[in-house]
């Protein structure tokens, strides 16, 4: 749930914001048991995580560390997110992982990341994913101030791929912003990974959802009204306001304080700049 508004400042641009790395997740696969360290050609201990030999810390979320991992006899690199049970101290936090691990387990669409293989051990919970190698879309934005519109509707376009797999499924992501769309290199150009399903939830039968969750700055109107709503419909939402900033460098609605940032979502009112062709203003509408 967010909190209530405040005068508290926010930092809702586009390029800023503390976190650092990736923020990479997303899964499918089976449970083992995890294996005794390893030694390396050298003889020293090395620390490995089943057939993963562990590596720099990628990123850092609420309960542990996603690290670089390389499967000792083939050398494939993969992200390794690591869990630690001693984080999961609600109930919520073990229903969030449990519900994560399952809807990815079901996963077999390109623009979501893959999950290989689930580690169980006594005191954390392994995630071994795909490795998406060239970081969050939130840094590709950062790093290009902002996107040519043919590039930005080929990162658009592999998105909605990927949210209408979801949906057909009849699951809501919740949290859809760029910091939770991974890029991954391939011969046909950068493909998009969804990744971070912690706050996603199934609307089986057309249920519709209550809960106010994801980040504020991409929710839709009825999330910050406290309506109930259908998580197809927000997640749209969320998919407009990325492809603004794509093309634009920074948000559709931003303001330093958040009951301000609240009213201007509610209203529904932004401006788009010059450079935008109305065939993109049209899509945002």
Request: proline share 5%.
């Amino acid at each position: 749930m967010w909190p209530r508004p405040s005068n508290k400042p926010r930092t809702p641009r586009v390029g800023h914001r503390p976190r650092p790395g990736n923020s990479q997740t997303g899964h499918h696969g089976r449970y083992s048991n995890y294996r005794p360290q390893y030694r390396d050609k050298c003889g020293s201990r090395a620390r490995t995580v089943g057939h993963y030999l562990m590596g720099r810390t990628l990123g850092e979320g609420s309960f542990g560390k996603v690290r670089l991992g390389t499967h000792i006899l083939t050398g494939e690199k993969v992200a390794v997110k690591v869990l630690e049970k001693s984080r999961l101290v609600e109930a919520a936090d073990v229903q969030r992982v449990a519900r994560e691990i399952k809807i990815l387990k079901r996963n077999r669409h390109q623009n979501i990341i893959q999950l290989f293989e689930v580690l169980d051990t006594p005191t954390a919970i392994y995630l071994i994913m795909e490795n998406a190698d060239a970081g969050e879309m939130f840094n590709y934005i950062v790093r290009n101030k902002r996107v040519e519109e043919l590039q930005a509707c080929r990162f658009f376009h592999q998105i909605i791929d990927g949210a209408e797999y979801l949906h057909d499924m009849e699951v809501t992501h919740r949290d859809l912003k760029p910091e939770n769309l991974l890029l991954q290199s391939s011969t046909h150009g950068l493909l998009v990974k969804i990744v971070d399903f912690g706050l996603s939830n199934t609307h089986d039968g057309g249920t519709l959802l209550q809960t106010a969750c994801g980040s504020p700055c991409y929710a839709a109107p009825e999330m910050i009204a406290g309506l109930r709503y259908w998580g197809p419909k927000a997640d749209v939402w969320s998919m407009g306001v990325i492809l603004y900033a794509l093309v634009c460098g920074y948000l559709p609605f931003e303001d330093s304080n958040t009951a301000t940032l609240y009213k201007k979502i509610m209203a529904g009112t932004y401006t788009c700049p010059s450079w935008i062709s109305s065939e993109v203003r049209d899509l945002i509408s």
